[in-house]
């Protein structure tokens, strides 16, 4: 959602804004061409977004999940 919320909400801890950052210095490091690694970071950012995206459905209730914007979150009813 880009609004920050969650690293107040987070109980461990976990900000995304520094893992980005973590992930582009990596990236940065990188001796491969600069197509490929923004190809290989985006193909990686999809799956930690994936599984955010199915933690947050396990763990919290249909009301906090539309509340969100998650749209398979309408679709369990």
Same mark, same amino acid.
């Given at each position: 959602? =880009?609004?920050?919320?969650?690293? @107040?909400?987070?109980?461990?801890? /976990?900000?995304?804004?520094? !893992? !980005? $950052?973590?992930?582009?210095?990596?990236? $940065? @490091?990188?001796?491969?061409?600069? $197509?490929?690694?923004?190809? &290989?970071?985006?193909?990686?950012?999809?799956? /930690?977004?994936?599984?955010? %995206?199915? *933690? %947050? &459905? =396990? &763990? *919290?209730?249909?009301? /906090? =999940?539309?509340?969100?914007? &998650?749209? %398979? $979150?309408?679709?369990? @009813?």
């Amino acid at each position: 959602m =880009l609004s920050g919320e969650c690293i @107040k909400a987070c109980d461990y801890d /976990v900000n995304p804004r520094f !893992l !980005l $950052a973590m992930a582009r210095v990596g990236i $940065a @490091k990188s001796n491969k061409e600069v $197509a490929e690694r923004r190809r &290989q970071g985006v193909e990686m950012y999809r799956e /930690v977004s994936h599984g955010v %995206s199915v *933690l %947050s &459905q =396990l &763990q *919290l209730d249909t009301e /906090v =999940l539309e509340r969100l914007g &998650q749209k %398979s $979150a309408s679709i369990r @009813k």
